[in-house]
């Protein structure tokens, strides 16, 4: 059975690209891979239907097959999580419920999509995961589905990609929120990028490559943190204490935010996590709770200990 490759298309620049590079890639070698695409409407923009029309266009244009997936997002999850993160969220469950068994999902980010996402989380106290951003091939754990997302491009500047777009003639619709510069992305990209750009030359290579370390560096510290979660694991996905007292503050932290994430619970903030861990090793109770809410679902959960043992409950 050849790959099957679903290009997230959204109708601008970026994915246009990557769906007409990939066309081309599978012209060469028809026998590597299928090729198909997905466009997500939010319903969020006046020029929603325009994006919908635009992808159906170029997908008729390759003979390419297209699904369209409409969702809607209410407006409490937007003011709860933000817009960005709300469409994101329902985006990516969209696509999970739609895309095809085994299927690859590629997806357009290139190196300033890198740069700007790195910045944001620095602006924002991000820890490691944060900071090293985007991997070029990466799984989202969406609870009921694993999905394997392949970033090709981010090696390329958004120049690159519009000089080639420009050479084969491709037609795109602008976001019309790119140029808003309320949003925090947009902002980056308009102010804060070139004035880096004229501070160095290469900054943006230069800026890739620390993220490149970044990732390194992080790539070891999940190794070792998986290898101390499965020492901590009990039966009944329970977490045994003793081992995890023996370590540090930081890998006792990263032990349970890997447990929770496990169990598919929200992480809490880091202040608040160092707060829990303090009152774990001090208290001579043997009980204690940290509780936790996930803010898209409303559920609550809740990190129990137990004489020797932690376990979460809902």
Request: glycine share 6%; proline share 4%.
């Amino acid at each position: 059975m050849s790959l099957h490759l679903v290009v997230g298309l959204s109708g601008g620049l970026d994915s246009t690209v990557l769906l007409h590079l990939m066309h081309r890639m599978q012209q060469k070698l028809p026998q590597l891979f299928r090729l198909s695409a997905i466009h997500v409407d939010h319903g969020l923009q006046a020029a929603s239907a325009q994006f919908v029309t635009q992808c159906e266009a170029i997908c008729r244009q390759l003979s390419l097959p297209l699904t369209v997936v409409r969702v809607q997002i209410a407006q409490a999850e937007i003011t709860s999580l933000g817009l960005e993160a709300a469409a994101r969220r329902h985006r990516y469950q969209a696509i999970a419920q739609s895309l095809p068994d085994q299927a690859v999902l590629a997806l357009a980010h290139h190196r300033d999509d890198l740069l700007e996402t790195a910045l944001l989380q620095w602006i924002r106290g991000a820890g490691l995961e944060g900071l090293s951003a985007m991997n070029r091939l990466s799984k989202l754990d969406l609870g009921n589905r694993i999905i394997m997302r392949w970033r090709p491009l981010l090696d390329q500047s958004r120049q690159s990609l519009l000089e080639y777009a420009s050479r084969e003639n491709l037609g795109w619709i602008e976001d019309p929120t790119n140029s808003d510069t309320d949003i925090a992305r947009n902002r980056i990209r308009l102010e804060v990028m070139p004035v880096l750009r004229s501070l160095r030359q290469g900054a943006d290579s230069a800026m890739a490559r620390s993220i490149v370390h970044l990732q390194t560096a992080r790539d070891l510290l999940e190794l070792v943190t998986e290898q101390a979660l499965e020492e901590s694991r009990m039966p009944e996905g329970r977490l045994n204490l003793d081992v995890l007292f023996a370590q540090d503050e930081a890998l006792a932290a990263r032990i349970i935010r890997g447990w929770l994430k496990q169990h598919g619970a929200p992480t809490p903030p880091t202040k608040r996590l160092a707060e829990f861990l303090r009152q774990l090793r001090v208290a001579r109770e043997p009980f204690a709770q940290m509780d936790l809410a996930d803010p898209a679902s409303g559920q609550a959960w809740q990190v129990i200990r137990e004489r020797g043992f932690l376990r979460i409950g809902r």
